[in-house]
């Protein structure tokens, strides 16, 4: 519709945009080769993703090993295969919408019996609206008696020994240590594989060596030997307070992929302001008049997300008066800054005075979540050669008084001599 300037249409048509459908896919698995004894099934996880703009069908199909002659070639495989759901159920298609993801398994029985013998098989993943369409594996299975296994676990484990909880802001990251042990029986080198499962858009997930080399495919691990593995989970941009869950921290021989050991870390994406606040010594103090009294107190952002703190203080009374080194700190999560207060007495203080006072700690974001402490100072006046003022003051009238009598005294002494 087209408008005059007065507001008026000078007409209006009707516009059809048709977008063409376009067919994609990415599949990955994370082991090509499995171990297994004679009839234990060998799990190959198949991750696939349609990267599409239509809802797709895709067929999963299981092949021996194509001959080189004719790859396209895909005869039933020498051992019993399926491809099977995370519950189990044998599956043959599945359907995706538009970037949805889905994981399924392929198991083969081992039917061989000699020590390392093998098998070849080939997977496939095609789009059964595009032939063009489509993932291929190929895969190996090899005969073994030895069992091969990673176990994985939190390298400082809580209350629950297999679940670690923290609360991050948006764009926060927190990293975590966890140590993968070779529990399988074989004494031959193995590599375990680490993955994470589950929070793919609120989260991403870096692995690291000790020597801060990032991890980028297998691990190696020596039979019966561990490895200590750095985990970094940072907030993808634009996740907000609110979201958050369970990410799951995965890791297995990559010859016994689909049996995995797992750790749990669950995530709660949410705003921390949060201020410790702590007098070092004892609240109540005293002082001799002349002194002033030096209090140290500890500011710590007990959040998640830098905090500019503000220290307030209440109003000076009856002469006295309070200083504060520094009437605002930033600090980052978890920091901890010592800030003086110093308290003086009246100058002209004639009575033991005690002067109580609050010294507040307020975030910049988040006042409502203020942290006080109540603190008092007593002081003593000065106790020269005649005590405190007022000992000092009686102590004139009693001498005045001396001099009045002595005075008169003497006058009428002087009046008898007459």
């Known amino acids: 519709e087209l408008a005059s300037s007065t507001g008026e249409s000078y ?18 698995m994370p082991a090509l080769e499995q171990w297994g004894k004679t009839n234990d099934v060998a799990k190959f996880p198949i991750t696939f993703t349609n990267t599409g703009n239509v809802q797709d069908s895709f067929r999963l199909t299981a ?11 895909c005869d039933a495989p020498s051992w019993p295969a399926r491809f099977s759901d995370e519950a189990g159920s044998e599956v043959t298609t599945v359907s995706l919408a538009p ?44 005969v073994s008696n030895h069992v091969y296994k990673m176990a994985v676990a939190l390298s400082e484990p809580g209350e629950i ?10 764009d926060g990251e927190v990293e975590t240590w966890v140590i ?64 958050g869950g369970i990410l799951t921290v995965s890791a ?8 995995l050991s797992s750790v749990r870390i669950s995530i709660d994406i949410r705003t921390v302001n949060k201020v410790g606040f702590e007098v070092d010594g004892d609240v109540a103090r005293s002082i001799e ?19 500019t703190v503000r220290l307030l203080s209440s109003n000076p009374m009856r002469g006295w008066s309070i200083e504060l080194t520094e009437d605002e700190v930033i600090l980052a999560p978890g920091e901890t800054r010592q800030v003086e207060v110093i308290v003086k007495p009246p100058t002209n203080l004639e009575q033991p005075d005690t002067f109580e006072f609050t010294i507040t700690a307020e975030p910049a974001s988040a006042p409502v979540a203020s942290q006080p402490i109540d603190l008092s100072v007593s002081a003593n006046p000065s106790s020269g050669l005649f ?16 001099l009045i009598i002595g005075a008169m005294v003497s006058s009428i002494r002087g009046r008898r001599n007459l």
């Open 99 to 142: 970037g949805a993801t889905v994981t399924v398994t392929l198991d083969i029985t081992v039917l061989g019996e000699d020590e390392f013998e093998a098998e070849k098989f080939q997977a496939r993943v095609r789009n059964l609206n595009d032939g063009s369409v489509e993932e291929r594996f190929d895969l190996t299975v090899i």
């Open 11 to 28: 007409g209006s048509d009707s516009l059809i945009v048709t977008v063409a459908a376009s067919r994609s896919m990415t599949a990955s």
């Open 180 to 243: 993968i042990t070779n529990v399988g029986t074989s004494n031959f080198p193995e590599n375990a594989i680490i993955l994470a499962s589950g929070l793919e858009g609120v989260v991403d997930v870096i692995y690291y060596f000790e020597n801060g080399t990032q991890v980028d495919g297998e691990i190696p691990v020596a039979s019966g030997a561990s490895v200590t593995i750095r985990v970094a989970v940072i907030v993808k941009d634009g996740v907000q307070n609110g979201a």
């Open 252 to 259: 297995a021989s990559t010859r016994n992929a689909a049996e």
């Open 289 to 307: 008049y002349g002194e002033v009294a030096h209090i140290l107190i500890n500011v710590t952002n007990e959040g998640n997300v830098e905090e």
């Open 63 to 73: 092949c021996d090993d194509p001959p080189p002659s004719n790859p396209s070639v």
């Open 161 to 170: 020994p297999d679940l670690m909880e923290v609360e991050l802001p948006p």
């Open 387 to 402: 005590g405190s003022g007022s000992n000092l003051q009686t102590f004139g009238l009693v001498v005045l008084a001396t």
